[in-house]
């Protein structure tokens, strides 16, 4: 069972601002940077509820 | 996901690529994208670092979960459109693909969300007309 960590106020990234980097395993365990994905061109990021 | 899967070739057609983001362990994201058969990469936000630092984090339920959104990021990662829904609903993947064709690289101001609109439901009737017939209907 999980823990719910509790909410912090992030912000949302806006229209014309630059999102901030992140780097994060993928489904194989390898670290993936945002950076790196969206630099060949344009990147649909989509973030979903996941597994239930 | 699977909507996004049938969209998948338009996407990288239009010369973009798709990542999706969950906050679901590597090994249950592996199994997600073998089932549904998804051939773009799925992360882990086990920590939901990225998803509270973007402010689209869903504490109320399942532990804690991502709110469904959709960004668009130009090479740099400026934001070329953001859409974050309250439950489930998302911008259909057709918008996203006709967006990406149309080089739409801003969208216009007042649009700082995209939400339904008649030309969005105009928009999508358009592109299944012109796209649909050959794909299967989108799951959820």
């Known amino acids: 069972m999980t823990i719910a960590p509790p909410p912090n106020h992030g912000t949302l990234p806006k229209l014309g601002q630059q999102a901030p980097d992140f780097a994060l395993p993928d489904s194989t365990g390898a670290a993936r940077r945002l950076s790196d994905l969206v630099a060949g061109g344009p990147l649909v990021l989509l973030f979903y509820r996941g597994y239930w | ?140």
């Open chain 2, 1 to 140: 996901m699977a909507e996004y899967r049938e969209h998948y070739k338009a996407i990288r057609a239009a010369g973009a690529s798709l990542v999706a983001v969950s906050v679901d362990a590597p090994e249950k994201s592996e199994a997600v994208r073998q089932q549904l058969r998804l051939p773009f990469p799925i992360l882990s936000d086990r920590e939901r670092r990225v998803v509270q630092e973007w402010d689209i984090y869903n504490p109320k339920e399942k532990g804690g979960i991502a709110r469904p959104a959709v960004f668009i990021l130009a090479p740099d990662r400026t934001v070329r459109l953001v859409s974050v829904d309250g439950v489930s609903a998302r911008v259909p993947a057709a918008d996203i693909v006709a967006m990406l064709r149309d080089h739409t690289d801003t969208m216009p101001t007042r649009r700082k969300r995209l939400i339904p609109t008649l030309s969005t439901f105009f928009r999508a009737a358009r592109n299944a007309l012109r796209f649909g017939a050959r794909q299967p209907k989108a799951q959820r």
